[in-house]
């Protein structure tokens, strides 16, 4: 009887073993892999404990299997949990964010994503399987002196009631330290930092199922409160620059991973962005440009920042809503303008039609055309990273828009460069500029890209002007998400000369916004903060078409009426005087925390919340299926719209090679 106690107790020595191992090691990844704003002494000890309850409880299962199979469970379920953690280090190297169902339903990234993958991985990364060695050599060793019986039922049933208490404690402080913390769900990053990410992705998951349920059960109802917000927010149009834009072309030019400290930066003394420094100073240009607009993008990025940018809707919490509601109803820029104004629009992109599922979902907004990796030349030496290089994609494009321009009303044109992408390399020779010095390859090479792209524009606008096109079209620039995320804050503070601050950071999440328009004078540099939701209604109102016939979450940038505060994903967001980031207040002149901030602060503060869970509200319930705009709408039909090559696009292709 004796002899069967120890032997399991050899058994419990080598669960507790695995416990311990798997705790350490969860601790290190968060505090060395994840940038999870601990800031004092509870958080610290919440985010040492919280991989404590989800290690009791999954590992713990194995104690439920007798003899050998005990010891196969707990390092199959191990395995299991180090797959899962280290995706996530992966994954928020290049995103900054973590796995959710969301994002694992977007198996058409999979491939481009994995062409990062290396770039990635680090030679330290083999130490998170260190413990699963360890444990598969002590399995081998001693299975053979492990009792066949199972534990009795009151062992492995404790083990769980343990996990259980742990983690009611952990998230019984955190809601001390972080008061509705499950109900109030914006950033991914507090319920990691505070539950941990096992917790965090067994959350998710019954947020994806209730998001399911929301939308079988949404009304025609439930659209009624956001149409009153959305009314109460909206800014009437400027009188001096209303309809200014009807009939004219639009050329949008979508700038990758490009944020404005690039705008007059100067590296080893030579400007990197010398094209688009001239359109930002030269008068003559005409051009309008925003300095302190800000991207709103969440996990979809790119896909975010064209739901924004076309229907004034933030992304979801979680994923990309471009492929978790790619079948829900829109009422976006591109179908609102072909009704309203007989306008063609179509989408420019070289690389595969699937990414971001954007093959279905454009049919969904109204785009009209769809120009793919199908409709370029794809050839080994004009690709790299994620797709077509920027000057041959922007080359290559010319014939086409030459094609849209034959219609016979104006075109909607949306052109999407690839190549100042993570990881941000070119082909040797391509470089123009040298890296800058830092160390972290990373933030050195990101230079270098732009300077490409800004060749690609310089010569995309000659090009323009060459064939017609430049006078007669309104031209809009943007950048559409963060280049470099909070793991370089290191590297760029070098580059930036200070701390990269809470408030630094969130800076940082300016891109570029200018816009010209023919027969309207530029402003120059107009300083008001503004945002990717503020597009749409902009854009409208220079078409002559009123906004507040439609549900947006923006507002016209040149509107006396603007409303000057930015709301990111996470609940943060920004004004003129101060901000709010990471749940504190700041002064933007000092830079200092607002200790004691005020009532309209908080009001502010509240109602960007509120704004986001409306936002929430119309994804997850569809809700747009039950909005009449009042003025004569259509509602989209996705099957109206089939995108690939045609016999005719093959015929002119041919054309245009005799020629």
């Not at 990234?109 to 060695?133: M, P, Q, R």
Request: glycine share 8%; charged share 25%; proline share 4%.
């Amino acid at each position: 009887m004796e002899k069967l106690k120890n032997l399991k107790s050899a058994k419990m020595g080598f669960f507790l073993l695995a416990l311990i191992l798997f705790w350490m090691k969860t601790y290190i990844i968060y505090i060395s892999e994840f940038d999870l704003g601990v800031s004092n002494l509870m958080q610290h000890f919440l985010l040492f404990i919280n991989p404590l309850s989800s290690g009791l409880i999954l590992l713990g299962l194995a104690l439920f299997f007798k003899g050998k199979r005990f010891g196969i469970t707990l390092l199959i379920i191990d395995s299991l949990l180090t797959l899962f953690m280290y995706a996530n280090v992966i994954f928020y190297r290049e995103f900054n964010s973590f796995i959710t169902v969301q994002t694992l339903m977007q198996t058409d990234n999979a491939g481009s994503i994995g062409k990062s993958f290396f770039g990635l991985a680090e030679g330290h990364d083999f130490l998170y399987a260190l413990d699963l060695v360890i444990l598969t050599v002590l399995y081998f060793k001693r299975k053979a002196s492990w009792s066949p019986a199972c534990f009795k039922f009151k062992k492995p049933a404790s083990v769980m009631v343990a996990g259980i208490l742990v983690f009611g404690v952990n998230l019984g402080l955190a809601q001390i330290d972080r008061p509705q913390l499950l109900e109030r769900v914006f950033d991914n990053n507090y319920i990691v930092k505070y539950l941990g990410l096992p917790n965090f992705a067994a959350l998710n998951t019954v947020q994806a199922v209730e998001v399911s349920a929301k939308r079988s059960m949404a009304s025609s109802e439930d659209i009624m409160e956001v149409e009153s917000y959305t009314d109460k927010k909206y800014a009437e149009p400027n009188p001096e620059y209303f309809g200014k834009a009807e009939g004219k072309n639009i050329i949008k030019i979508h700038l990758e991973s490009f944020q404005s400290f690039l705008i007059d930066y100067k590296l080893h003394g030579k400007e990197v962005t010398p094209f688009l420094n001239s359109l930002v100073h030269d008068e003559s240009q005409d051009f309008t440009y925003f300095d302190n607009f800000f991207h709103q993008t969440g996990q979809g990025k790119t896909a975010d920042g064209e739901l924004l940018m076309d229907n004034s809707l933030y992304g979801t919490p979680q994923g990309a809503a471009f492929v978790t509601k790619g079948a829900n109803t829109y009422q976006a820029l591109p179908g609102i303008i072909g009704q309203r104004q007989d306008y063609t629009s179509a989408v420019f992109h070289g690389d595969e039609g699937s990414f971001w599922n954007r093959d279905n979902i454009y049919k969904q907004l109204g785009i009209d055309k769809f120009y793919d990796d199908e409709y370029y030349d794809m050839s080994e030496d004009k690709v790299i990273n994620y797709g077509l290089k920027d000057k041959p994609f922007l080359e290559q494009s010319m014939p086409l828009l030459e094609d849209l321009d034959k219609n016979d009303g104006p075109f909607y044109a949306h052109m999407m460069t690839l190549t100042h992408h993570y990881p941000f390399v070119l082909d040797e020779g391509e470089e123009s500029i040298e890296p800058a010095n830092t160390g972290d390859g990373t933030v050195d090479r990101y230079f270098q890209t732009a300077r490409y792209l800004d060749e690609a524009l310089k010569q995309f606008f000659d090009d323009l002007k060459e064939k017609g096109l430049y006078e007669d079209s309104v031209i809009m620039i943007y950048g559409d998400h963060y280049g470099i995320s909070e793991n370089h804050n290191k590297a760029m503070g070098d580059i930036m000369g200070e701390e990269i601050t809470p408030l630094e950071d969130a800076n940082l999440q300016r891109v570029p916004y200018m816009i010209r328009v023919p027969g309207m004078e530029g402003q120059g540099i107009n300083h008001e903060f503004s945002g990717q939701a503020d597009v749409m209604p902009t854009l409208l109102h220079l078409l002559g078409i009123n906004a507040k016939d439609y549900i947006q979450f923006g507002t016209d940038m040149f509107s006396e009426g603007h409303k000057g505060f930015v709301p990111f994903r996470n609940g943060s967001f920004m004004t003129k005087d101060y901000s709010y980031v990471e749940g504190n207040f700041y002064d933007n002149e000092t830079g200092e925390v607002i200790e004691e901030p005020t009532a309209k602060m908080k009001e502010r503060k509240e109602q960007v919340h509120y704004e986001l869970s409306l936002n929430d509200q119309v994804l997850h319930g569809d809700l747009l299926r039950f909005h009449e705009p009042n003025k004569n709408w259509e509602p989209i039909d996705p099957s109206d719209y089939q995108y690939g090559k045609t016999n005719e696009d093959e015929d002119n292709e041919n054309k245009d090679h005799e020629s």
